[in-house]
């Protein structure tokens, strides 16, 4: 185009360039092609504090929460637990009141039966439906899970918003709920990130 540089000059810019060291000019290039790429979305994470839900219960811990690809990083640690087998499930709402009954049900947006969301995916399971947590004879138990579909705060699977519930016993995997028993710990799920 024959009048670009010409209007470039108007503006002073084609001669502070022309004016420019080669490597000020190469800075500034290779500046400008940094910036204009595109910067990677910055994984959310979420967490929630356990707690017991009887006044004088010493149960306490963290869940960790980072959505990756495909899915959603959860990690447990929990102690002052009774030893065994205890359900571990997300539940509807994010209240632990009522001894941990304004949580809910569990999580299932889908209305599907109860299972093991790991191995069973949100077409056969609860989204909240993590099984169970085995809690060794100190009273200390952890867990690690990558699960598939859910995510921190996006989409119909978010958790932020929701609870945690560790059940005083076991979840079977019966239905309609697991017969896991009474809820004896309760986190809220909140973003951090």
Not at 35 to 63: K, M, N
Request: aromatic letters at 8%; hydrophobic letters at 40%.
């Amino acid at each position: 185009m024959p009048g670009t540089k010409g209007a470039w000059r108007l503006l002073g810019v084609f001669d502070r360039l022309e004016a420019m060291s080669f490597s000020r000019r190469l800075f500034i290039l290779v500046a400008f092609f940094v910036l204009s790429l595109p910067l990677p979305a910055l994984a959310i994470t979420g967490e929630a504090q356990i707690r017991g839900t009887a006044e004088d219960s010493p149960l306490h811990g963290t869940v960790l929460l980072q959505d990756a690809e495909g899915g959603l990083n959860v990690s447990l640690a929990v102690t002052g637990v009774p030893s065994g087998r205890h359900g571990f499930h997300i539940h509807e709402f994010g209240s632990c009141a009522d001894s941990g009954n304004a949580a809910g049900g569990h999580f299932n947006p889908e209305g599907v039966e109860h299972g093991y969301l790991p191995e069973d995916g949100l077409e056969s399971a609860h989204a909240g439906d993590l099984g169970n947590i085995d809690i060794g004879p100190d009273g200390k138990g952890s867990g690690e899970w990558l699960i598939r579909g859910l995510s921190v705060a996006e989409g119909p699977y978010s958790v932020a918003g929701r609870a945690f519930i560790i059940h005083e016993k076991e979840d079977d995997f019966s239905q309609p709920t697991g017969n896991a028993g009474a809820r004896i710990g309760c986190g809220a799920i909140v973003i951090t990130s």
